[in-house]
T-cell receptor, first 116, second 113 residues
Framework: EPEVTQTPSHQVTQMGQEVILRCVPISNHLYFYWYRQILGQKVEFLVSFYNNEISEKSEIFDDQFSVERPDGSNFTLKIRSTKLEDSAMYFC??????????????FGPGTRLTVL | KNQVEQSPQSLIILEGKNCTLQCNYTVSPFSNLRWYKQDTGRGPVSLTIMTFSENTKSNGRYTATLDADTKQSSLHITASQLSDSASYICVALFSGGYNKLIFGAGTRLAVHP
C-alpha cells in the first residue's frame, strides 16, 4: 500500500541553524501539506502546496519557513533559523484532490525536531 | 473562533467494552468532519470522513455520527481491542475562502486487558 515517507525521523539542531525536513508524498497525489504538533498540543496546519506553489498558509508559516518540490518526488520544509519554540513533530501529508473534497489526506510518520 | 473541542480528554476501558468519544465544533463555514486515529509518535490515520449531509458512517468497529445542526459528532468504538489504544482526533474542514483542517486536541484512549 502506498504511503507518505519522511526523513529524518528525528533531527536535533542548535538554535539559529537551518534545517530541511524531507517528505516523499504518495506518487499520484497532487496536493501536499505540512503540519506541526508541539508535544502535548493539537496538530496545527502550516501550509498547503499545489502546482508548484503555496495554496494556503497559516499565521505560523512566517518568513522563516519555506517549502519546495525540488524534483518530481520530494517535498521539503525548510526552517531558516530555528528557534527553541520550533521544537515539535512535523507531519507531511498528501492527497489526490483538494481538501474541500471528500478525499483523504494521508499523513507521514513525522519528523521530530528538537532545537537546543 | 473556529475550534474543535473533544471530550473526555482521556479514557480507560477494559478490552471488549464499548466506548463513545465526543466532539463539538464551532468551525464555520464547515465542509466535512473527520476522525483520525493517532498512535504515539506516529502520523494520524483517517477513520471516517462525513459531509454535513451525512448522519453516520461506519468503518469496521468504528462508527461516527454527525449532527450538523448542533455541531456535534461522536465516535463509537465497539468491542474494543488492545490495539485501539491511541489518541482519537476530531478534525473539521474549514472552507471559508480557503480550506484548512482544524484539529481537536484528541481523546487519549487506553484499553486494558
Amino acid at each position: 500500500e502506498p504511503e507518505v515517507t519522511q526523513t529524518p525521523s528525528h533531527q536535533v539542531t542548535q538554535m539559529g541553524q537551518e534545517v530541511i525536513l524531507r517528505c516523499v508524498p504518495i506518487s499520484n497525489h497532487l496536493y501536499f501539506y505540512w503540519y506541526r504538533q508541539i508535544l502535548g498540543q493539537k496538530v496545527e496546519f502550516l501550509v498547503s502546496f499545489y502546482n508548484n506553489e503555496i495554496s494556503e498558509k497559516s499565521e505560523i508559516f512566517d518568513d522563516q519557513f519555506s517549502v519546495e518540490r525540488p524534483d518530481g518526488s520530494n517535498f521539503t520544509l525548510k526552517i531558516r533559523s530555528t528557534k527553541l519554540e520550533d521544537s515539535a513533530m512535523y507531519f507531511c501529508a498528501s492527497s489526490e484532490a483538494p481538501p474541500s473534497s471528500y478525499n483523504e489526506q494521508f499523513f507521514g510518520p513525522g519528523t521530530r525536531l528538537t532545537v537546543l | 473562533k473556529n475550534q474543535v473541542e473533544q471530550s473526555p480528554q482521556s479514557l480507560i476501558i477494559l478490552e471488549g467494552k464499548n466506548c463513545t468519544l465526543q466532539c463539538n465544533y464551532t468551525v464555520s463555514p464547515f465542509s466535512n468532519l473527520r476522525w483520525y486515529k493517532q498512535d504515539t509518535g506516529r502520523g494520524p490515520v483517517s477513520l471516517t470522513i462525513m459531509t454535513f449531509s451525512e448522519n453516520t458512517k461506519s468503518n469496521g468497529r468504528y462508527t461516527a455520527t454527525l449532527d450538523a445542526d448542533t455541531k456535534q459528532s461522536s465516535l463509537h468504538i465497539t468491542a474494543s481491542q488492545l490495539s485501539d489504544s491511541a489518541s482519537y482526533i476530531c478534525v473539521a474542514l474549514f472552507s471559508g475562502g480557503y480550506n484548512k483542517l482544524i484539529f481537536g486536541a484528541g481523546t487519549r484512549l487506553a484499553v486494558h486487558p
